[in-house]
């Protein structure tokens, strides 16, 4: 017997197998028409040349070039948005290699937060309750954490920016998020935290994807989600 | 109206005529997506996949078939939707409860014959990664060897000798387990 001829019963088994695999997919139709609503709706990716707009405006108030202690990363523009610096560099950012926690930051369970915090503070409705929540700096800084990845940070969106970001391209993408207009950030990059004693900078780690808006008074950074429309729909749970 | 039709209707921007694609495939996208891991992210895998391809579909050479094109798609946005997971690719499909019923006058031999599947099920589960997306491809979405290489972006002789190493790995623990 060759061993093709051998094959040949695993291969038959193996076709037969595949008409008992249990694949559930919604009506084909269904599917043709959400994929229609999505192709039909503004494209965030459009938007892109807006957002250089509004990044050159604001280099026209804050026209920075900045060398960072760490690596002399040029930055050509600052955008301060939700209580996050956005600095904008001509290269994709060196990653920060070791990751650190915020100042500060401790767990409390979900029902003491309130009283820890001087802002509202909401959670994600999609995805339950939260594994875990921390407080961090003095109760600027609240930080909720789901399986697979998700986080949620909330903080004081008026005050001076709590996080800074060091963004190479991809630049980010203009998405509407429950009413507002957020950023969605699609590369990896590095993440700090301006801490409230005396300014100082603490680099914290690579970030994922995220998604930044504000609302009311507070500012929002999604990290985690598999993609911007995904981001969106999470972000329009908040309760 | 056949792919072709579709095809270049949609790249003179005729949604109606994309729909009839995205109907047409959207069954294998999904098993595609589920295959690959997507587990019950397999909606949200298709749908981006559907729109990736429709914005890129000036990209796709007409001369090649348009399943493996997107079906690649869908394996790209599966990867990288269980990269940013931080899961392993993984089969986590199961047995459909259904198997069973298909010979109700021999409860007995569907019985052994659903077993046997289990375990074929679990032997594919446990391929080294490369050799179980080459056998998925070619016998669980029935793809060519041409088909397969161009989803899975590796040569044809690679995908030939993956599925050829994998198969041999089935067939041994087959012989092990039923004698």
Known sequence: ?239 | MDDDEAIARSLEGDLTAYEVLVARYSALAHRTAVLFGARDEAEDVVQEAFVKAFRHLRTFRRDAGFRPWLLRIVANETHNLTRARGRRSELTVRLSATAEAKAPDDPEGAAVATDRRARLLEAVRALPERERRAVVCRYFLQLSEAETAQVLGWPVGTVKSRTHRGLARLREEAGHELG
């Open chain 1, 1 to 239: 017997m060759s061993s093709d001829e051998r094959f040949d019963d695993i291969e038959a088994e193996l076709r037969a197998l595949a008409g008992s695999l249990d694949v559930p997919a919604p009506p084909p139709e269904q599917v043709a028409a959400a994929v229609r609503t999505r192709l039909e709706a503004p494209r965030p990716v459009k938007r892109r040349r807006r957002w250089r707009i509004v990044a050159v405006a604001v280099v026209a108030l804050v026209a920075v070039t900045a060398a960072t202690p760490q690596g002399r990363q040029v930055v050509t523009a600052i955008l301060r948005y939700a209580g996050i610096e956005l600095r904008l560099g001509g290269d994709t950012p060196a990653p920060v290699p070791t990751p650190a926690p915020l100042p500060g930051e401790r767990e409390v369970p979900l029902d003491e937060v309130a009283g820890q915090v001087a802002f509202p503070v909401r959670t994600l409705a999609a995805l339950g309750e939260p594994e875990r929540v921390t407080v961090a700096d003095g109760g600027r800084v609240v930080s909720m954490f789901w399986p697979d990845g998700i986080r949620l940070d909330q903080f004081d969106g008026r005050m001076d920016p709590f996080f800074f970001k060091r963004l190479g391209p991809p630049f980010p993408d203009e998405v509407e998020v429950d009413g507002v207009t957020g950023f969605w950030l699609p590369g990896s990059h590095p993440l700090g935290y301006i801490s409230r004693e005396g300014g100082g900078e603490v680099p914290l780690r690579q970030a994922g994807p995220t998604l930044i808006w504000q609302s009311g008074d507070v500012g929002h950074r999604l990290e985690g989600a598999p993609s911007m429309a995904r981001a969106a729909e999470l972000a329009g749970s908040l309760r």
